[in-house]
């Protein structure tokens, strides 16, 4: 089985402008979280979403936003970037739903560097 | 809310040597404990995981028994190798949902 992929795997934009990053999941899991790492903060939850609705936010503006296709890919959008959300960005995917155990499985992340 | 404390600092040791890495947690109700990995460059893989009280998970000579009287969650190898170098993370999930709350993780360096 393939694992989880997320495109692209380098970026760098500059402040004030806006990115969009993409997580394909694990085939059959339907549900995808992000999370931001940074050697400050650690490894903070962003939003999980779960057939195609927002099920979880962390505490982040709303500068940050997501959303979930029908074949459950993903994607997350930053606008107006700040130098601050310099950071590798990371994509899980799990099966969701009832399952008790809820193993996340993570992508290679997105490195973004705001210049 | 949520929170996992992991010992401070990188630990350094040699080849063969006894490792453990200290986890505790605050959560309410009975969490879901796991230890992710990162090696450098990439994303976290699930080393271990423990869903109830007195679980041991275990993975690649890894171990860790989830204490509900201690709220911890030690990760323990007996022998470590060079190619285990890596960062370690305590992480837990409460019950039915995904939100992942991690610990500040601890950079393990095998020296041969």
């Known amino acids: 089985k393939a694992g989880v992929t997320q495109t692209p795997r380098y970026l760098i934009k500059t402040r004030g402008q806006q990115v969009t990053l993409s997580c394909s999941p694990i085939?059959?899991?339907?549900?995808v979280s992000w999370y931001q790492q940074t050697p400050g903060q650690g490894l903070q939850f962003l939003f999980e979403?779960?057939?195609?609705?927002?099920?979880n936010k962390g505490n982040f503006p709303g500068r940050f936003s997501g959303r979930q296709f029908s074949n459950s890919r993903s994607e997350m959008n930053v606008s107006t970037l700040e130098l601050g959300d310099s950071a590798l960005y990371l994509c899980?995917?799990?099966?969701?739903?009832?399952?008790?155990?809820?193993?996340?499985?993570f992508g290679p992340g997105t490195r973004l560097t705001v210049t | 809310g949520n929170s996992v404390t992991q010992m401070e600092g990188p630990v350094t040791l040699s080849e063969e040597a006894f490792l453990t890495i200290n986890c505790t947690y605050t959560?309410?109700?009975?969490?879901?404990l796991f230890w992710y990995v990162q090696y450098p460059g990439e994303g976290l893989q699930l080393l271990l995981k423990?869903?109830?009280?007195?679980d041991k998970g275990s993975n690649k000579g890894f171990e860790a028994t989830y204490r509900k009287e201690t709220t911890s969650f030690h990760l323990e190898k007996g022998s470590v190798q060079v190619s285990d170098s890596a960062v370690y993370f305590c992480?837990?999930?409460?019950?039915?949902?995904?939100?992942?709350?991690f610990g500040k993780g601890n950079q393990v360096v095998v020296i041969p």
């Open positions: 899980a995917s799990s099966l969701g739903g009832d399952s008790i155990s809820y193993e996340q499985y």
């Open positions: 423990a869903t109830k009280a007195d």
């Open positions: 085939s059959g899991h339907r549900s």
């Open positions: 992480a837990l999930s409460s019950y039915g949902n995904n939100r992942l709350a």
């Open positions: 959560a309410t109700g009975y969490p879901s």
């Open positions: 979403y779960f057939s195609e609705t927002q099920r």
